[in-house]
């Protein structure tokens, strides 16, 4: 028995800090011509900001990162890329000289303009030996305005799936041919990320029964989920105190690089409103490229608790905010087709920075320290 629970105690001091819960979504789910790829990203750090591509860049890109970091972002391309932490393995990355993955993303994003483009350079940059992330491998998502894939890798062995409709969940555990057999994780981070993937799963099959397709407000809804059956550790779901930030990247079929749209959780996503950034997004708020935007979600979360309801007076700014910035997205495409480009970004942007002022106001994030 003394034995048992010996292994059940390192078992659980095994999990892993990283607890991501991500998930692509296609055209033929959301039914309005774009793909998404959302991820929910957990870690200690809690100093979380937006990134955008600096002036003059190949390619613009807007971002969600912590301390300088992009962990998830999409492109004027329209390549959205994400990443996630694999399993406790073989062949574990872990020289810490070398770039953590984020870096790795960052190189993807500033390189390259389709799914398939960034499969070849993540290849490539395994294969040179510069990458790290500790005792485990990692897991990439990769969408663009046609097709996804899920790239599970070590520092010796990647395994890549492709995807074109309906929609792929990742959590923590590898699930690629090939990759289980390196997997050296416990079975209660294996119990754990498969938990977590399931209610995605579930949640989008959910959706689409109730709404017959999947839109980025039934995304926010299931991003913040925080429950799971009892017994299952730690109970709290695909969001919970770890959880410290969201994105939802929603690439346009047509105008990639104008209505293409992140739309950020900066910081625990229960405890902060999303907010819209356009991908043709010139500047960003002061608190929301500084952490004091991420800073008061987690103020807010130790005070009330990560599970407390979210406040009515939040609910409906956001639900009134999402309709807004969706008439906006319309009126930009009319003027798209007419020819009328900078009308379009201007109008984006407009209403963009109009909804981020409100957030900011409500949320208050100016009283919290750097």
Same mark, same amino acid.
């Given at each position: 028995?003394?034995?048992?629970?010996?292994?059940?105690?390192?078992?659980?001091?095994?999990?892993?800090?990283?607890?991501?819960?991500?998930?692509?979504? /296609?055209? *033929? /789910?959301? +039914?309005?011509? =774009?793909?998404?790829?959302?991820?929910?990203?957990?870690?200690?750090?809690?100093?979380?900001?937006?990134?955008?591509?600096?002036?003059?860049?190949? $390619?613009?890109?807007?971002?969600?990162?912590?301390?300088?970091? #992009?962990?998830? %972002?999409?492109?004027?391309?329209?390549?959205?890329?994400?990443?996630?932490?694999?399993?406790?393995?073989?062949?574990?990355?872990?020289?810490?000289?070398?770039?953590?993955?984020?870096?790795?993303?960052?190189?993807?994003?500033?390189?390259? *303009?389709?799914?398939?483009?960034?499969? +070849?350079?993540?290849?490539?940059?395994?294969?040179? %030996?510069?990458?790290?992330?500790?005792?485990?491998?990692?897991?990439?998502?990769?969408?663009?305005?046609?097709?996804?894939?899920?790239?599970?890798?070590?520092?010796?062995?990647?395994?890549?799936?492709?995807?074109?409709?309906?929609?792929?969940?990742?959590?923590?555990?590898?699930?690629?041919?090939?990759?289980?057999?390196?997997?050296?994780?416990?079975?209660?981070?294996?119990?754990?990320?498969?938990?977590?993937?399931?209610?995605?799963?579930? %949640?989008?099959?959910?959706?689409?029964?109730?709404?017959?397709?999947?839109?980025?407000?039934?995304?926010?809804?299931?991003?913040?989920?925080?429950?799971?059956?009892?017994?299952?550790?730690?109970?709290?779901?695909?969001?919970?105190?770890? =959880?410290?930030? %969201?994105? #939802?990247?929603?690439? &346009?079929? +047509?105008?990639?690089?104008?209505?293409?749209?992140?739309?950020?959780?900066?910081?625990?996503?229960?405890?902060?409103?999303?907010?819209?950034?356009?991908?043709?997004?010139?500047?960003?708020?002061?608190?929301?490229?500084?952490?004091?935007?991420?800073?008061?979600?987690?103020?807010?979360?130790?005070?009330?608790?990560?599970?407390?309801?979210?406040?009515?007076?939040?609910?409906? /700014?956001?639900? &009134?905010?999402?309709?807004?910035?969706?008439?906006?997205?319309?009126?930009? $495409?009319?003027?798209?087709?007419?020819?009328? $480009?900078?009308?379009?970004?201007?109008?984006?942007?407009?209403?963009?920075?109009?909804?981020?002022?409100?957030?900011?106001?409500?949320?208050?994030?100016?009283?919290?320290?750097?």
């Amino acid at each position: 028995m003394k034995k048992f629970v010996l292994l059940l105690v390192l078992s659980v001091l095994a999990m892993p800090v990283f607890a991501c819960t991500s998930w692509m979504v /296609f055209k *033929d /789910f959301t +039914k309005n011509n =774009t793909n998404i790829l959302h991820k929910n990203r957990d870690s200690k750090e809690r100093r979380v900001a937006a990134y955008i591509s600096p002036a003059g860049a190949k $390619r613009k890109w807007v971002a969600i990162g912590t301390i300088g970091l #992009t962990n998830s %972002g999409v492109n004027s391309s329209g390549l959205a890329g994400a990443m996630n932490s694999g399993e406790k393995t073989l062949d574990a990355p872990n020289p810490k000289d070398k770039k953590p993955t984020p870096a790795l993303l960052l190189v993807i994003l500033n390189s390259c *303009d389709t799914a398939a483009q960034a499969v +070849k350079k993540l290849e490539e940059l395994v294969k040179a %030996g510069d990458y790290y992330h500790n005792n485990s491998g990692s897991t990439f998502f990769f969408l663009d305005t046609k097709e996804g894939y899920i790239c599970e890798f070590t520092t010796k062995h990647m395994s890549v799936q492709r995807y074109d409709s309906t929609f792929a969940v990742r959590a923590n555990i590898w699930q690629n041919p090939g990759m289980i057999a390196r997997a050296r994780g416990s079975y209660k981070s294996y119990l754990h990320s498969s938990a977590r993937a399931y209610i995605a799963l579930s %949640g989008l099959n959910q959706i689409m029964d109730k709404y017959g397709k999947i839109t980025v407000p039934a995304i926010s809804e299931l991003s913040r989920h925080c429950k799971l059956p009892s017994g299952v550790y730690p109970e709290r779901s695909v969001c919970g105190k770890s =959880t410290n930030s %969201g994105s #939802t990247m929603e690439i &346009d079929i +047509k105008y990639p690089d104008v209505l293409s749209t992140l739309y950020a959780y900066i910081g625990n996503p229960r405890n902060t409103v999303c907010v819209p950034i356009p991908i043709c997004t010139e500047k960003v708020l002061p608190s929301m490229a500084s952490y004091s935007w991420s800073l008061a979600s987690f103020k807010r979360g130790d005070k009330v608790g990560y599970t407390a309801p979210i406040p009515a007076e939040w609910q409906k /700014f956001e639900a &009134d905010a999402m309709k807004k910035y969706a008439a906006a997205k319309v009126q930009a $495409r009319k003027l798209l087709d007419s020819g009328k $480009r900078a009308e379009a970004i201007k109008l984006l942007n407009t209403t963009a920075y109009e909804i981020w002022t409100q957030a900011e106001a409500l949320l208050k994030p100016a009283a919290v320290a750097k």
